[in-house]
């Protein structure tokens, strides 16, 4: 996968980022990684359906949509918020999803917290039929397998290996395949320390930490000044990242590289899991708050 070197900083400090956006158009980044297996899995056992759950502006939703279309599943999203349904065509990513195939079922935000209840998915079985579970963002053991192979003999070199996390899948993988050498900081884009004990469920080394002051404010959550950085981050290299993720990610590794987080001579790996998709959304958000809005272009 194409990796760039994003610049030299003091204290020979070099930072590269690797493009697992470019990976595929529609089923970028990490989404591309955790539905590899589980698509396989899901022709080998027969599988018709493809059953997932998310919000308003998930990369999973799309990405599901859109993989399900290209290997001939049918596809169901359960999502977040049953005000969403009348405003598909306001929203990028669901009206995405929609032209995809994908059947849109929306809950209230009290009933999808009860997604993970075997009672739960055993009243959707009784209302779609059979279909293959995937979980919100992806994350499942075949999800891990698929995220231990971003890391790969061209990265043997790095000191430290940086991604965003969500769920917790991407960061696990990683910890799996990096090197005794190596360190893996994970950036989480949402508050709480729980995601801890979820990664040990994945993942038994201890090569890893969590970074978590560069969540803006909690999931989804974004300012003007995160904006105006992932502007410029685009103009000087060309390469667009998404505000809920990879962008919070940078910026964090940039402030701690100039903060002397890293020893002198660090060589410094940053994983672009993907997500632009979501930046039409956030603008839509962005535009309402007044607030600068994100470019999009290479």
Same mark, same amino acid.
């Given at each position: 996968?194409?990796?760039?070197?994003?610049?030299?900083?003091?204290?020979?400090?070099?930072?590269?980022?690797?493009?697992?956006?470019?990976?595929?158009?529609?089923?970028?980044?990490?989404?591309?990684?955790?539905?590899?297996?589980?698509?396989?899995?899901?022709?080998?056992?027969? =599988?018709?359906?493809?059953?997932?759950?998310?919000?308003?502006?998930?990369?999973?939703?799309?990405?599901?949509?859109?993989?399900?279309?290209?290997?001939?599943f049918k596809t169901i999203g359960i999502i977040r918020g049953d005000?969403?349904?009348?405003?598909?065509?306001?929203?990028?990513?669901?009206?995405?999803?929609?032209?995809?195939?994908? =059947?849109?079922?929306?809950?209230?935000?009290?009933?999808?917290?009860?997604?993970?209840?075997?009672?739960?998915?055993?009243?959707?079985?009784?209302?779609?039929?059979?279909?293959?579970?995937?979980?919100?963002?992806?994350?499942?053991?075949?999800?891990?397998?698929?995220?231990?192979?971003?890391?790969?003999?061209?990265?043997?070199?790095?000191?430290?290996?940086?991604?965003?996390?969500?769920?917790?899948?991407?960061?696990?993988?990683?910890?799996?395949?990096?090197?005794?050498?190596?360190?893996?900081?994970?950036?989480?884009?949402?508050?709480?320390?729980?995601?801890?004990?979820?990664?040990?469920?994945?993942?038994?080394?201890?090569?890893?930490?969590?970074?978590?002051?560069?969540?803006?404010?909690?999931?989804?959550?974004?300012?003007?000044?995160?904006?105006?950085?992932?502007?410029?981050?685009?103009?000087?290299?060309?390469?667009?990242?998404?505000?809920?993720?990879?962008?919070?990610?940078?910026?964090?590794?940039?402030?701690?590289?100039q903060k002397n987080y890293f020893p002198a001579e660090s060589k410094?790996?940053?994983?672009?899991?993907?997500?632009?998709?979501?930046?039409?959304?956030?603008?839509?958000?962005?535009?309402?708050?007044?607030?600068?809005?994100?470019?999009?272009?290479?």
């Amino acid at each position: 996968m194409n990796q760039k070197l994003i610049t030299s900083f003091s204290n020979s400090i070099s930072v590269q980022i690797k493009r697992e956006d470019l990976i595929h158009p529609f089923v970028s980044g990490n989404k591309f990684r955790k539905l590899k297996y589980n698509l396989l899995q899901a022709k080998a056992e027969n =599988q018709q359906t493809l059953l997932t759950f998310g919000g308003a502006f998930s990369n999973h939703i799309a990405a599901v949509a859109f993989a399900g279309k290209e290997r001939g599943f049918k596809t169901i999203g359960i999502i977040r918020g049953d005000e969403l349904a009348q405003k598909v065509n306001e929203n990028p990513t669901l009206l995405f999803a929609q032209n995809c195939g994908m =059947q849109l079922e929306f809950i209230s935000r009290e009933e999808y917290r009860l997604k993970s209840e075997v009672s739960f998915i055993e009243n959707l079985k009784q209302k779609f039929g059979n279909f293959y579970l995937i979980p919100e963002g992806g994350t499942n053991a075949l999800a891990i397998k698929g995220c231990e192979e971003i890391i790969t003999h061209e990265d043997t070199d790095f000191d430290y290996i940086c991604c965003s996390i969500g769920t917790g899948g991407t960061i696990s993988g990683l910890i799996n395949s990096a090197l005794p050498h190596q360190k893996v900081l994970g950036f989480p884009a949402l508050k709480g320390d729980f995601l801890k004990e979820e990664i040990r469920n994945f993942a038994q080394n201890e090569n890893w930490e969590l970074i978590s002051d560069y969540h803006f404010g909690g999931y989804g959550k974004i300012n003007a000044e995160l904006v105006l950085f992932i502007n410029h981050f685009n103009a000087e290299n060309h390469i667009p990242l998404d505000p809920i993720y990879t962008g919070k990610m940078v910026f964090g590794v940039i402030d701690l590289i100039q903060k002397n987080y890293f020893p002198a001579e660090s060589k410094i790996l940053m994983i672009h899991t993907g997500g632009i998709q979501g930046i039409q959304g956030m603008n839509i958000k962005l535009k309402n708050k007044q607030l600068p809005t994100i470019d999009t272009y290479v």
